[in-house]
């Protein structure tokens, strides 16, 4: 019996030459260093691995979600229902459809949404005394050195990702007054 087709789905996961810099989407890539991936997904008694194209891109989507405190699944780079389902988080957050599919509207909305986060970051790195660099939106090796120092100062992980353990020790520490602005 030949395989049942149970859904197709486009995923047009931005592989792009100028990258998401520590997870957060870079301003400036242009939509000319995309490359869209097409998923075909069939019910079958035989497997077949995704292609080392399709396997990059999501490893690479669960490592921004990841590191922007949507997923925290294995990153695998299987699109899979924890990745579905952290996906449909980030696209609510963004205000876009959330069906799941990491596609152009997303794509955008991150990017757009990436560089106001990463510039308030930043703001605030610098009002506390950890960032004296400028305010780009990009976050960059100075921006995870000073997310680094603030999270040891916090006692929590410091791996220069600014995720939730380190955004609530943040607000908890600012809150209590041991962190002031410098």
Do not use: W
Request: net charge negative; with cysteine.
């Amino acid at each position: 019996m030949p395989p049942v087709p149970r859904r197709r789905a486009v995923y047009g996961l931005a592989v792009a030459a100028c990258g998401l810099a520590a997870g957060l989407a870079v301003a400036g890539c242009g939509d000319s260093s995309t490359t869209t991936v097409t998923v075909t997904t069939t019910v079958s008694a035989t497997t077949t691995a995704p292609s080392p194209a399709t396997t990059a891109a999501v490893t690479q989507l669960q490592q921004v979600m990841t590191n922007l405190g949507y997923y925290d699944g294995p990153i695998d780079g299987v699109y899979g229902q924890s990745t579905t389902d952290a996906v449909k988080k980030m696209q609510t957050d963004l205000g876009v459809t959330a069906d799941g599919e990491y596609g152009p509207e997303t794509h955008k909305a991150l990017k757009g949404k990436a560089t106001s986060v990463v510039a308030t970051l930043q703001t605030e790195l610098t009002t506390y005394g950890y960032y004296d660099g400028p305010v780009t939106g990009v976050y960059d090796e100075k921006t995870a050195e000073a997310v680094t120092a603030l999270q040891k100062d916090l006692g929590v992980d410091p791996d220069g990702r600014f995720g939730s353990q380190t955004a609530e020790a943040f607000d908890k520490a600012v809150a209590d007054g041991t962190i002031k602005p410098a």
